[in-house]
């Protein structure tokens, strides 16, 4: 692939930050709704998350 197309098909880090944050908001939005985790849930286990990687 040229280096011309490569760009013409690239985003940026702000795009790409913006995007997923939009698909992850959706699923758990999804999730919520059909009663399969609640949001203080989700808190806990990013809250676990984060502390297995700072180990």
Same mark, same amino acid.
């Given at each position: 692939?040229?280096?011309q197309?490569?760009?013409?098909?690239?985003?940026?880090?702000?795009?790409?930050?913006?995007?997923?944050?939009?698909e992850?908001?959706a699923?758990?939005?999804?999730?919520? &709704? &059909?009663?399969?985790?609640?949001?203080?849930?989700?808190?806990?286990?990013?809250?676990?998350?984060?502390s297995?990687?700072?180990?």
């Amino acid at each position: 692939m040229s280096e011309q197309a490569r760009t013409a098909e690239s985003i940026s880090l702000e795009q790409l930050v913006v995007s997923h944050s939009y698909e992850m908001l959706a699923l758990i939005t999804v999730l919520e &709704k &059909k009663g399969i985790l609640n949001r203080q849930e989700l808190i806990e286990v990013i809250k676990e998350l984060q502390s297995a990687g700072e180990d």
